[in-house]
């Protein structure tokens, strides 16, 4: 799920009404969490991601401050590995930031450490307003009736695609098209134009989940893992073969050419990620470039869902109402909406998805993506992640990467992931 701005690989409809409440119009810095003196309340916003979203979240923050002056917004920012490792030095010390940029990977965990806070009662007093999400959004990080979260975007996973290397091959991906069709384009473009059919998808933890969706399962239950060695050992004999083959790039160029794309420097055709993440291609490279639909099993089961980037409040902040509050602009405020862009993914409400219609080719083309797969009914509700999840993705990628390398056989690093995820499993 989108977690970042998509530094490399490895760190890749029509909406309803909305309230006064959502927009943080409630009488906050009264009640619950005010000051008590009449004077600023300060609060503590922190997220991950470059410079440009940081750019835009102060433009966010300072409208908001002008909005309501009785709440200070204090802000702070790293990458995304280091914003989890400072997070958790924060969470453990006691003083972790009021409101955080989160992923549902990470909701299970922290809910289980007790550092979310519930935002279901700000919503019962009128702080902070459920109306107006996308279908399946309101309760996007609804853990066991509590509410850990609210999106800000949302996102799904697609298959970014070279347009005139599949033009030149003559490949038109369309709605229904199978894996078997997926890889025989791959194969005509590498013997066309001797160019890698994709980057390398089997380290992709969101994509494997999606495979094995469509055939009935998935990557996890609600406290566990929902496949096992007969399901993974395949898979990754089989992307091998194609690592070997060419039709998945030379690992060794891919990792070379970092933080750049191996998909915007011409080293392969295609690339799973979230959609979202398709605007660094135009940015990055010189060719022209298109989100397709996930290939299934059957033509029809996609395995897909909306994923989303959201805001959560901690647990042991002093101002929960303005939290709340904070949280409810940042997600219903149309201005918000002109500012970020689809840079946390496609608006998650009518006000913001109204206020923003993008001009720029790659988000009209995510716009449309996303409205495409909703008509089409492909989607499905999202599947658990339990605690441990973030490590057992890191384990995934890394392995996935090494068996790519051929530093261990697929035998092997199958027997290793599971190890390590029986671990993560059981230390969270």
Not at 75 to 98: H, I, R, S, V
Not at 118 to 143: C, H, M, T
Not at 185 to 195: F, L, N, S, Y
Request: net charge neutral.
């Amino acid at each position: 799920m989108s977690r970042n701005n998509g530094i490399d690989r490895r760190q890749m409809l029509k909406l309803a009404g909305f309230s006064a409440a959502g927009l943080g119009l409630t009488a906050a810095g009264c009640g619950s969490g005010g000051s008590g003196s009449g004077g600023p309340v300060t609060i503590r916003h922190s997220w991950w991601g470059a410079d440009d979203r940081a750019k835009k979240i102060q433009q966010c923050v300072a409208l908001f401050e002008k909005k309501h002056p009785k709440i200070k917004v204090k802000t702070d920012f790293q990458q995304y590995p280091d914003f989890w490792k400072k997070f958790n030095t924060q969470a453990a010390g006691g003083n972790p930031p009021d409101v955080i940029q989160n992923a549902v990977t990470f909701l299970r965990k922290y809910e289980a450490k007790n550092v979310l806070l519930d935002l279901n009662p700000q919503v019962e007093k009128g702080n902070l307003s459920l109306d107006g999400f996308r279908a399946g959004l309101e309760k996007f990080a609804d853990i066991d009736g509590k509410l850990l979260g609210v999106p800000v975007g949302s996102n799904s996973m697609a298959l970014v695609i070279d347009q005139a290397v599949y033009e030149k091959a003559g490949i038109t991906p369309e709605t229904g098209w199978t894996w078997d069709q997926w890889y025989a384009g791959m194969e005509k473009i590498r013997d066309g134009q001797k160019v890698a059919g994709d980057v390398g998808p089997h380290g992709v933890m969101y994509l494997y989940d999606l495979i094995l969706r469509q055939n009935g399962k998935a990557f996890f239950t609600e406290d566990g893992m929902g496949f096992g060695e007969a399901e993974l050992l395949p898979y990754w004999t089989e992307a091998l073969a194609r690592v070997k083959s060419g039709i998945y790039a030379d690992p060794k160029k891919v990792e070379q050419i970092k933080p750049a794309s191996a998909l915007a420097r011409g080293i392969a055709s295609g690339e799973f990620t979230w959609d979202n993440f398709s605007i660094r291609y135009s940015a990055e490279g010189k060719s022209r470039y298109g989100l397709a639909p996930i290939p299934s099993s059957d033509g029809m089961r996609t395995g897909q869902y909306l994923g989303s980037l959201m805001l959560s409040g901690s647990a042991r902040t002093k101002h929960p109402a303005e939290v709340a509050t904070f949280i409810g602009f940042m997600t219903h405020e149309p201005e918000v909406a002109r500012i970020m862009g689809y840079d946390r993914g496609v608006p998650a409400t009518t006000a913001q998805f109204e206020a923003y219609r993008p001009t720029d080719a790659p988000s009209k083309a995510i716009e449309a993506y996303e409205t495409e797969i909703a008509d089409a009914g492909v989607l499905e509700p999202i599947t658990p992640h339990p605690a441990g999840a973030d490590v057992i993705e890191a384990a995934f990628l890394r392995i996935a990467g090494d068996l790519s390398l051929g530093k261990a056989s697929p035998k092997d690093s199958v027997k290793q992931f599971f190890s390590e995820a029986k671990t993560a499993l059981a230390s969270n």
